[in-house]
């Protein structure tokens, strides 16, 4: 069982930087493939952002984030990141970080056993 806790949501303004959080808990953090999506109000859930299981960097995203958008993750400390630059107001969203079993990268929400709460992001213009 894990459990994804998110955190760094807040309200800024166009082109300013956000960093996500999500910190998970158990002792095979290292074994999940993570990933980030979003959900903006009534629209459904999309992928953003991947990183891949065991120990290695490869990475992927939705081209609507890339080059915008980082994500890494420090098995470590049980945590994965979304680093957000030039923030736009379409990317005004509830961020999600889910934990898929195996090495990924899976791009669709029914791939990922575990979800945490969200955090909400919201972009002024």
């Known amino acids: 069982q894990v459990q994804l806790v998110e955190s760094g949501g807040g309200l800024v303004q166009a082109g300013a930087s956000l960093r996500l959080s999500c910190a998970a808990s158990g002792r095979t953090f290292s074994t999940y493939a993570m990933s980030w999506f979003r959900q903006a109000p009534g629209k459904e859930r999309e992928f953003v952002a991947a990183?891949?299981?065991?120990?290695?960097?490869?990475?992927y995203y939705a081209d609507s984030v890339k080059g915008r958008f980082t994500i890494s993750r420090d098995n470590v400390k049980n945590t994965v990141y979304l680093q957000m630059n030039s923030l736009k107001p379409e990317d005004t969203a509830v961020y999600y970080c889910?934990?898929?079993?195996?090495?990924?990268?899976?791009?669709?929400?029914?791939?990922?056993?575990?979800w945490g709460q969200g955090t909400q992001v919201t972009v002024s213009s």
């Open positions: 889910a934990a898929g079993v195996g090495g990924g990268p899976y791009y669709y929400t029914s791939q990922y056993n575990y």
């Open positions: 990183i891949i299981a065991w120990g290695r960097t490869d990475t």
